[in-house]
């Protein structure tokens, strides 16, 4: 069977809506950049399938159809190292996960390009809430851990899955000292 490549206009696309950054939210690198001749751009990014191309890739979904497979709404942007490493370590890569990315990397984005301060503001169920970082400067602070109000999501065995991206921050209970 065939690979459901994604057309040149929608790997554009998909580049653009994130800025030519990666998606990935512990990477965030630049994608695209200059090049030593100086009528050429070097470009380091790939339009990744979030569910695989072809039967036996990472995440394959059998229920997709061919149109589905090579649609927008089934690649995310990465770099190049981000994206072999997700087909590579595709269990700690599940679908909703990258979904998460895709749609981290493009809030943060519209909201650069509306001048919003808003960026990074995150919000539980629809409830925005305060994540305070104190620290005295004569004592320090311990993490106790992630609290029970981060995002969850059930990974392809139903296990959860806390979903750390841009506009999710963890929140983590501190013991100050």
């Given at each position: 069977m065939a690979r459901d490549n994604f057309s040149q206009n929608l790997t554009r696309i998909l580049a653009e809506r994130v800025g030519y950054l990666c998606s990935n939210p512990r990477c965030r690198c630049f994608t695209?950049?200059?090049n030593e001749n100086r009528d050429k751009s070097t470009r380091i990014g790939e339009a990744a399938h979030i569910t695989a191309a072809s039967p036996g890739g990472p995440r394959y979904d059998n229920d997709l159809t061919r149109e589905q497979r090579a649609d927008i709404g089934n690649g995310i942007w990465l770099c190049s190292s981000c994206a072999d490493l997700i087909d590579k370590d595709f269990d700690n890569y599940p679908t909703p996960l990258l979904k998460k990315w895709k749609s981290d990397a493009e809030l943060e984005m519209y909201q650069k390009i509306k001048g919003s301060k808003?960026?990074?503001v995150v919000s539980v169920k629809g409830r925005p809430f305060l994540d305070a970082d104190l620290r005295y400067n004569s004592s320090g602070r311990r993490s106790q851990g992630?609290?029970?109000?981060?995002p969850v999501?059930?990974?392809k065995n139903g296990n959860p899955v806390m979903i750390i991206g841009f506009a999710t921050k963890?929140?983590?209970?501190?013991k100050l000292n």
């Amino acid at each position: 069977m065939a690979r459901d490549n994604f057309s040149q206009n929608l790997t554009r696309i998909l580049a653009e809506r994130v800025g030519y950054l990666c998606s990935n939210p512990r990477c965030r690198c630049f994608t695209v950049g200059p090049n030593e001749n100086r009528d050429k751009s070097t470009r380091i990014g790939e339009a990744a399938h979030i569910t695989a191309a072809s039967p036996g890739g990472p995440r394959y979904d059998n229920d997709l159809t061919r149109e589905q497979r090579a649609d927008i709404g089934n690649g995310i942007w990465l770099c190049s190292s981000c994206a072999d490493l997700i087909d590579k370590d595709f269990d700690n890569y599940p679908t909703p996960l990258l979904k998460k990315w895709k749609s981290d990397a493009e809030l943060e984005m519209y909201q650069k390009i509306k001048g919003s301060k808003d960026v990074g503001v995150v919000s539980v169920k629809g409830r925005p809430f305060l994540d305070a970082d104190l620290r005295y400067n004569s004592s320090g602070r311990r993490s106790q851990g992630y609290s029970n109000k981060n995002p969850v999501e059930k990974d392809k065995n139903g296990n959860p899955v806390m979903i750390i991206g841009f506009a999710t921050k963890p929140i983590i209970h501190w013991k100050l000292n």
